[in-house]
C-alpha cells in the first residue's frame, strides 16, 4: 500500500448528491401543492412576472444548501454506501419528476 495515498471520505460528496436529489423533490412537491391549493400558489408566487414558480425554486434552492450543509456535517468523516446513495438520489429525483407533471395533479381534481 501506498504511504502517500490519502483515504478522503465520500460522505461531503454524496451529501451534495442527495441534497441535489431533495431539492428535486421539494420541487416536484411543491409545484403539486401549489397546483392543488390555490392559497399556496399566490402564496409562492414571490415574483409577479414569474408567479408561483419564483417560490418554488427559492424554497427548493433552500432545501437544497441547507440539507447539503446538514449532510455534509453529518457524513464528513464517513463513507456512505454508493447503492443507497443511488437508490436513495434516484427515488426522489423520480418523485420530483413526477410532482412536476400536470397528469399527475390532474389525479388530486385540478384542472386547467
Known amino acids: 500500500m501506498d504511504e502517500n495515498k490519502i483515504d478522503k471520505p465520500t460522505g461531503p460528496a454524496f451529501a451534495s448528491i442527495v441534497a441535489a436529489a431533495l431539492a428535486a423533490a421539494t420541487l416536484g412537491l411543491l409545484a403539486t ?3 392543488v391549493f390555490d392559497g399556496l400558489g399566490d ?11 419564483s417560490g418554488e425554486t427559492i424554497i427548493a434552492i433552500a432545501v437544497y444548501f441547507v440539507s447539503w450543509a ?14 443507497l446513495i443511488v437508490a436513495i438520489t434516484a427515488a426522489l429525483i423520480a418523485a420530483g419528476l413526477l410532482g412536476t407533471f400536470p397528469l399527475f395533479f390532474r389525479m388530486f381534481g385540478v384542472e386547467e
Not at 402564496?43 to 414558480?53: E, I, K, Q, Y
Not at 455534509?72 to 454506501?81: D, E, K
Open 70 to 83: 446538514g449532510l455534509a456535517i453529518l457524513w464528513r468523516r464517513s463513507n456512505p454506501p454508493l447503492r
Open 43 to 53: 402564496w409562492l408566487a414571490f415574483s409577479g412576472r414569474v408567479g408561483m414558480l
Open 33 to 35: 401543492l401549489a397546483e
